[in-house]
């Protein structure tokens, strides 16, 4: 029995607890014996001793369970290294996903904005007063709302300009006429006021204004004429339409001077 017990001393610990009732199990040191120590309660102060050796085989599946063990703490650490390589891998994707989000939405929202800040330009320069300002037409717009609303709006200020150029060609050439007929009458004796069909007054020659004490005849345009003299006003207003010509004898009366006779 020498393998099985050896003489390995025995501590105060062990016959400690051997005496508090407890199996004290001793092992040594490459497993391949297991010892006990127990206290007999039949007898005083004795204890048994006894001890084995280990089979082969347990040991075998001793050896094959730590090993395993030991290749499963290993397989352990791997996944978690690769739990944490793939979750790098993943948040990598992700950002380039996200970045690639964000450069798409901002050219394309580059791509939508840019014609209405084009739009928004041209627009205030027409208002402005510059009716030469044009949105540029991009083919690639197509037919599109915004390319739609680019053509629209470049035929718009055209025709504005073209409106405007015509209006003020005809200014020009009503200024024109009226600075004529003006230069025409200024020159005649006889009192002249042009009317328009409400008989509102439009012109009036300086020996009409002299007549009626007016300073400055031009004060007088868009002035209704029965403001002036609504003996004239009656008379116009007798007159049967689609007559061309109509004369008549118009006496003027105002407080404070004689009456006066006209040939109207």
């Known amino acids: 029995l020498s393998f099985a017990l050896s003489l390995e001393p025995i501590t105060d610990?062990?016959?400690?607890?051997?005496?508090?009732?407890?199996?004290?199990?001793?092992?040594?040191?490459?497993?391949?014996?297991?010892?006990?120590?127990?206290?007999?309660?039949?007898?005083?102060?004795?204890?048994l001793f006894?001890?084995?050796?280990?089979?082969?085989?347990?040991?075998?599946?001793?050896?094959?369970?730590?090993?395993?063990?030991?290749e499963y703490k290993n397989l352990e650490d791997k996944r978690a290294h690769l739990q944490f390589i793939i979750s790098l891998i993943f948040i990598a994707v992700a950002l380039l996903l996200l970045l690639s989000a964000v450069w798409f939405g901002l050219n394309f929202a580059t791509r939508l904005v840019q014609p209405i800040s084009a739009?928004?330009?041209?627009?205030?320069?027409?208002?402005?007063?510059?009716?030469?300002?044009?949105?540029?037409?991009?083919?690639?717009?197509?037919?599109?709302?915004?390319?739609?609303?680019?053509?629209?709006?470049?035929?718009?200020?055209?025709?504005?300009?073209?409106?405007?150029?015509d209006l003020v060609e005809a200014n020009l050439q009503l200024d024109f006429r009226r600075r004529f007929t003006e230069?025409?009458?200024?020159?005649?004796?006889?009192?002249?006021?042009g009317l328009d069909p409400?008989?509102?007054?439009?012109?009036?020659?300086?020996?009409?204004?002299?007549?009626?004490?007016?300073?400055?005849?031009?004060?007088?345009?868009?002035?209704?004429?029965?403001?002036?003299?609504?003996?004239?006003q009656t008379m116009l207003e007798s007159i049967p339409k689609g007559t061309r010509f109509s004369e008549s004898q118009i006496e003027i009366r105002r407080p404070g001077s004689q009456a006066r006779t006209l040939l109207v």
């Open 13 to 47: 610990e062990m016959l400690h607890h051997a005496r508090q009732g407890d199996v004290t199990l001793i092992i040594s040191d490459n497993d391949d014996r297991v010892r006990a120590l127990v206290q007999l309660d039949n007898f005083v102060d004795t204890y």
């Open 50 to 70: 006894v001890g084995r050796p280990v089979e082969a085989k347990v040991l075998a599946h001793m050896d094959t369970t730590q090993q395993a063990v030991k």
């Open 119 to 165: 739009l928004i330009d041209a627009a205030n320069r027409v208002r402005g007063g510059d009716l030469s300002a044009r949105v540029t037409e991009n083919a690639q717009d197509g037919d599109d709302e915004l390319g739609l609303l680019g053509r629209a709006f470049n035929r718009m200020t055209s025709q504005l300009g073209t409106q405007r150029k």
């Open 183 to 193: 230069t025409v009458l200024s020159g005649v004796s006889a009192g002249v006021i």
């Open 198 to 232: 409400q008989f509102k007054i439009n012109v009036m020659n300086a020996s009409a204004a002299l007549f009626f004490g007016i300073i400055e005849p031009v004060a007088m345009q868009g002035t209704a004429l029965s403001e002036l003299t609504p003996e004239i």
